[in-house]
Every structure is written in structure tokens, then in C-alpha cells.
């Protein structure tokens, strides 16, 4: 009889390990409305997302619009460091392009703008394929006027200035299940300490380099 019992017991532990094992609840696929820390659905388990865009851009300021074209274009690459959690880090290059006018004559050249930035993001439905985000952050922007010679004893506008830029907005991102990601992008960035078009040479005063930006992107997520 314990031989028995002892061969029962031997079976019901082999059993018991080949058994495959039930899915944990660190395994389980998040629902589209909840706020998981991990997505098991991507290789990455929480979201690295590379988009490039491109869209427009402009100043804010009245004195600036009128030394520039109202709408420039911009061109941007992006990525994004936990696009599947609720809380995500954007990095982000932005390229811009507009025309500037002489204050003075009739000379005009091209602005050309250079941003690097990175910036906290919410995912407000994080493992959603529809997910909308808001997003602030910090980032160095650069701007120099080509293709015309500008001094600011002739024409009132330096050459190039160095800014602090504060992006802050929100955007929509679809994600398809094939990791195909399409972005709409909303951004205003208030700057601080800008030299570059003078509005008081007796004072000493430039134009704020407020600026907005729209565009769209594609890229991928895994």
C-alpha cells in the first residue's frame, strides 16, 4: 500500500510540473483604460516610439510676426521612452525655416532655427490604440539669419541669438498593433533672454521669441 501511495505522489508532482504554468498578473495584457506600469504586448514592455515629422511654426509676438513671415516650416525627429506607461520621457530635435525682413531697407534672408529639448509626458490612455498625452519641458533653441547681411546698428536684428526654450502642449498618437504610429503634435514655447530683433535701441529691449508649432508625424514602437 505505501508503494502505492509513494508512485501516486511521484505522478502528481511530474504532473504538477509539466503542467503549463497559469498566465500571473505581471503577464496579463493592461486594458485599454488602465494605467499598468508594462505593455507584454511590445518587445520593449513599456514603449520606445522614433517618429519624423514635419508642420508649421510661428512666433507669437506681434513685433516678431511683423519682421517675419507669419508661418514658417518646420521638420522634426522624436523619440519617446515609454509611450505604453503612464508617465513617458520625450527627446526631440526641431529644424525651422521662415523669412526675415530688414527693419530698415528692403534686404530680407531666411530665420533658421535649431531646437534640442526634452520635456515629461503624460499618457492619458496609455495602452490605448487612441491616446491622447500632454506633455512640459526644458530645451536650447538656436537661431541664425542666412542669406542676408543684418547688423543691429543698420537693420535693428543680430545675426543669431541662443534661447531657453519651455515647450508645453499636447498631441494625439494611433498606434496600430503592427507598431505603425501616426502623431498629431500641438507645442508652445515661451523663451527667456532673447537678443536677436531690437524693439527699443534707446533701451535696449528686443522682441520675445515666443513661439507655436503644428505637426504631423509618422514613425514606429516597439
Given amino acids: 500500500m505505501k508503494t502505492i501511495t509513494k508512485t501516486l505522489s511521484l505522478v502528481a508532482c511530474a ?3 509539466s503542467a503549463p504554468r497559469a498566465a500571473s498578473a505581471d503577464d496579463a495584457v493592461p486594458s485599454a ?8 504586448r511590445l518587445r520593449s514592455d513599456y514603449g520606445i516610439t522614433t517618429l519624423l515629422g514635419g508642420g508649421l511654426s510661428g512666433f507669437t509676438d506681434k513685433a516678431m510676426r511683423d519682421t517675419t513671415s507669419n508661418v514658417g516650416g518646420l521638420w522634426d525627429l522624436r523619440v519617446t521612452l515609454g509611450s505604453h506607461i503612464p508617465i513617458a520621457l520625450d527627446l ?3 529644424g525651422s525655416a521662415q523669412r526675415i ?4 531697407s528692403t534686404q530680407y534672408g531666411t530665420l533658421l532655427g535649431t531646437t534640442v529639448e526634452g520635456a515629461l509626458r503624460w499618457n492619458v490612455l ?7 498625452y500632454l506633455f512640459l519641458g526644458v530645451g536650447w533653441q538656436r537661431y ?3 542669406g542676408g547681411s543684418f547688423r543691429l546698428s543698420d537693420q535693428g536684428i543680430n545675426d543669431s541669438d541662443n534661447l531657453v526654450a519651455y515647450p508645453m502642449g499636447g498631441g494625439l498618437q494611433w498606434r496600430d498593433p503592427s507598431g505603425l504610429v501616426i502623431d498629431a503634435h500641438g507645442t508652445f514655447r515661451p523663451t527667456s533672454s532673447s537678443n ?3 524693439t527699443s535701441m534707446s533701451s535696449g529691449t528686443y522682441a520675445p521669441m515666443h513661439s507655436w508649432e503644428a505637426s504631423l508625424a ?3 514602437e516597439f
Fill in 15 to 17: 504532473a504538477a510540473f
Fill in 33 to 40: 483604460y488602465s494605467y499598468a506600469w508594462h505593455d507584454s
Fill in 92 to 94: 526631440g530635435y526641431i
Fill in 101 to 104: 525682413n530688414s527693419l530698415s
Fill in 126 to 132: 496609455p495602452h490605448n490604440a487612441l491616446n491622447p
Fill in 144 to 146: 541664425d539669419v542666412t
Fill in 196 to 198: 536677436l530683433v531690437v
Fill in 218 to 220: 509618422a514613425g514606429y
